[in-house]
């Protein structure tokens, strides 16, 4: 069991940056793949970035290339996404993922085995 607890969203103005931290507690951390996902109203759930379990992949939706940055800190049992120069299409509620066992990234959600309540962000003047 993993549980996955969210913060850091809210609103934003664009041009904005916010920074997303997610906690995780239960299973070794240090083995888990971690990802963020987003949800639109009336949207599917996205893959936005996703960090091995050593941190030393990362992958990113074309989307969020150069704006978003994921990162993690397993001292700490905590994955990050910052993000910068915010639009207005980021609007949408985060999420944070894991999959267990050492495994690759994957931009598929159906990969995921624990994951988070969510976060609102809202980017808007």
């Known amino acids: 069991q993993v549980q996955l607890v969210e913060s850091g969203g809210g609103l934003v103005q664009p041009g904005g940056s916010l920074r997303l931290s997610c906690a995780a507690s239960?299973?070794?951390?240090?083995?888990?793949?971690m990802a963020w996902f987003r949800q639109a109203p009336g949207k599917e759930r996205d893959f936005v970035a996703g960090?091995?379990?050593?941190?030393?992949?990362?992958n990113y939706a074309d989307s969020v290339k150069g704006r978003l940055t994921i990162s993690r800190d397993n001292a700490k049992n905590t994955v990050y996404l910052q993000m910068n120069s915010l639009k207005p299409e980021d609007t949408a509620v985060y999420y944070c993922?894991?999959?267990?066992?050492?495994?690759?990234?994957?931009?598929?959600?159906?990969?995921?085995?624990?994951w988070g309540q969510g976060t609102q962000v809202t980017v808007s003047s």
């Open positions: 960090i091995s379990w050593n941190g030393g992949r990362t």
């Open positions: 239960g299973r070794s951390f240090s083995s888990l793949v």
């Open positions: 993922a894991s999959r267990g066992g050492y495994r690759l990234i994957s931009i598929d959600s159906e990969s995921y085995d624990y």
